[in-house]
């Protein structure tokens, strides 16, 4: 087979991320019950404020947290007491130092994939939290670059095509996310394989548009096997 180039997302897609913030949320949501507040309507004013703090702040735990806060100062007021700050900094803080968990039939599918084409670790996020998981993981040795931006927005895939000179026909972008990993990158030129995940992040979804490239839908990473 021709050698290709991939650019390989991260967080759902290598190892397990949302989970860990879906699980802080569930928590926070029950303790915003005896304040009156049912999950619904948590859940709406954290994504609203989510979505705000990530166009000013970027990704990451920081910006989660930070999130977390507004969103209990909102629904607390004058009724915030100070064990909540303490619990929403300390389960942040959980959250940033637990180690990756990696996603079944990965490893192998990378040395697979390695051994015949480029792999670039292409993610989004804070760059020392990023690399950090990224150190931790084990997984960064059968990558030849990674690329950590502030985005995944087709300028973000034009300006990593240039730095490594990638034919955009033969290359691919791997990820869970339809708004950043596959939607960008058909728009781009690349071509890109959408592996859906449980629970990917709310803020993420989107409908899956159409693009100058193709479109591989795998069910599972060790697919990647049987096509390249």
């Known amino acids: 087979m021709k050698r290709q180039t991939f650019l390989i997302d991260a967080d759902d897609t290598l190892w397990e ?5 879906e699980q802080a949320i569930g928590e926070f949501v029950a303790r915003m019950e005896p304040l009156g507040y049912g999950e ?6 954290l994504n609203e404020i989510e979505r705000r703090n990530t166009r ?15 969103t209990y100062r909102r629904l607390a007021g004058e009724l915030a007491r100070s064990d909540e700050w303490t619990w ?15 996603l079944e039939g990965v490893p192998e599918t990378l040395a697979f994939l390695a051994r015949r084409h480029r792999l670039i670790l292409f993610t ?25 931006v502030p985005e995944k927005d087709p300028a973000s895939y034009d300006r990593t095509v240039n ?3 990638i034919v955009k026909e033969s290359a691919w972008m791997v990820g869970n996310s339809p ?22 992040w709310e803020l993420e ?24």
């Open 17 to 21: 991320n949302n989970v860990f913030f």
């Open 40 to 45: 619904a309507y948590v859940r709406r004013i």
């Open 56 to 70: 000013q702040h970027g990704y990451g735990v920081g910006t989660f947290r930070r999130s977390l806060e507004e």
């Open 88 to 102: 929403i900094r300390d389960r942040a803080r959980e959250i940033e130092h637990t180690p990756p968990r990696i």
């Open 124 to 148: 989004k996020g804070e760059p020392l939290e990023q690399g950090a998981k990224i150190g931790r993981s084990g997984l960064e040795s059968y990558f030849e670059a990674v690329e950590i």
């Open 163 to 165: 730095r490594h000179k």
């Open 179 to 200: 708004k950043s990993d596959v939607n960008p990158a058909l728009e781009s030129g690349l071509n890109a394989v959408f592996i859906p995940h449980r629970l990917t």
């Open 205 to 228: 979804s989107a409908e899956l548009t159409s693009g100058a490239g193709r479109l591989l839908l795998l069910s599972q990473f060790r697919d990647l096997r049987l096509h390249f």
